[in-house]
């Protein structure tokens, strides 16, 4: 009851204010981050928390990890999950200004709000509780930078808090669920591959080398490795299709038929439902590429060539045996469906790092990505709901 009353007043609309504030900083994948990871700090300082901080390159971007200090040393904490950037938006398609909170019909739109500023607007609502409570274990708040363009930001963290030696029990990544509790997901690679051939009149095809034909054989070799991951024999049928998947989604080349095309690319993806079926693609596409098709090329035309340009390799996040992670948020939620998920996140990381991790947040992936991104009110309640219920489970 008390937890009820607590959701639906103070911490509810403090939630929404910070989710206004959030939406306001305009943190699309590869700009700047730098003003939301500095509001979020000092919140976060405010309750107390201690922080590091990890930057890209050129120090435009950061990820943020902020610790609110458990009264047991030895226990080691919980990690709440979150990334800071969004994909664009373009403000003719908005019925509103994507970065202006919206609110309307017990709903809020704005670029992030489902994916997924409104899980860390949650977690920054909830953390003066966190801190005004004898925690047993600290809680950790980790909020990181272009997990949408191939989770460029999260190693850095994770780089860094095992050099510090900071171990963790449990993580939960709050990307849109539904507040369902995911327990797995396909790893996601995106590729492109750019042919150099050498142009001329088509008249004469022995003074040109076409890219375009080169990208064919290249698709035709991607087509029968699609085929063999369709058909290798699988133990577990946790996915929707069971089976790793690969697809072209779009070729360039060419200026017209009456022309040799000397530049062509292919934009193509991967979706492996585990590492070997990711490294068996890589492996047999660069060998095909080196050993057989560039010879072919170099001999018709030194200067043509192949370059494969990793756009990202996203891990898989596997399904682990007993695992604490998933077991605490069922306890919390009472969701016990323990489904899996077709889009990538940072969990595979988290996992490989060795932290159990589920991944149960607000919002539904249908709004994730879309004009007119929302949040509804009933979505918040309940993931401010279950980190109100975790605060408690942590009091000594
Ligand atoms: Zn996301």
Aim: charged share 25%; hydrophobic share 35%.
């Amino acid at each position: 009851m008390t937890t009820q009353i607590q959701i639906d007043g103070e911490i509810f609309q403090n939630a929404i204010d910070i989710l206004k504030d959030l939406i306001s900083f305009q943190t699309e994948s590869g700009k700047s981050n730098l003003e939301l990871i500095n509001y979020c700090e000092l919140k976060l300082k405010k309750s107390g928390a201690s922080s590091l901080k990890t930057f890209n390159n050129s120090k435009t971007q950061a990820n943020l990890f902020s610790t609110i200090k458990g009264e047991n040393p030895d226990e080691i904490g919980i990690v709440l999950s979150g990334h800071t950037d969004v994909v664009p938006a373009v403000p003719s398609e908005w019925t509103s200004d994507p970065y202006l909170l919206r609110e309307e019909d017990d709903k809020l739109y704005g670029r992030g709000t489902c994916d997924m500023k409104g899980f860390i607007a949650c977690t920054l609502a909830v953390a003066p509780l966190f801190a005004s409570s004898k925690l047993k274990k600290p809680i950790h708040f980790s909020y990181t930078f272009d997990e949408e363009t191939g989770c460029l930001g999260a190693p850095l963290v994770l780089a860094d808090l095992k050099k510090r030696n900071l171990n963790f029990s449990s993580c939960i990544i709050g990307e849109p669920t539904n507040m369902k509790v995911i327990t797995a997901h396909k790893g996601y690679n995106e590729y492109k591959t750019h042919f150099t051939g050498l142009s001329g009149h088509a008249s004469d095809p022995e003074n040109g080398t076409s890219a375009i034909e080169y990208a064919i054989e290249y698709s035709n070799k991607l087509m029968e490795l699609k085929n063999e991951l369709k058909n290798k024999k699988r133990e577990n049928n946790l996915f929707s299709p069971p089976y790793s998947t690969l697809q072209i989604g779009k070729i360039t080349g060419g200026i017209g038929a009456n022309v040799i095309a000397d530049k062509c690319s292919l934009e193509w993806e991967v979706r492996p439902i585990n590492k070997s079926d990711g490294d068996f693609v890589t492996k047999s596409i660069d060998e095909f590429s080196k050993n057989i098709l560039l010879p072919k090329i170099k001999n018709n035309n030194p200067n043509g060539d192949i370059k494969k340009e990793i756009i990202g390799e996203v891990v898989g996040f596997n399904k682990e045996g007993d695992s604490e992670a998933v077991n605490l948020i069922s306890n919390l939620t009472g969701d016990n469906s323990k489904d899996t998920m077709s889009f990538g996140t940072e969990a595979g990381l988290f996992q490989n790092s060795g932290i159990s991790t589920v991944i149960c947040g607000p919002g539904s992936i249908d709004q994730a990505h879309t004009v007119d991104e929302y949040i509804t009110y009933d979505q918040l309640k309940k993931c401010l709901k279950m980190l109100v219920s975790l605060k408690e489970k942590m009091v000594n």
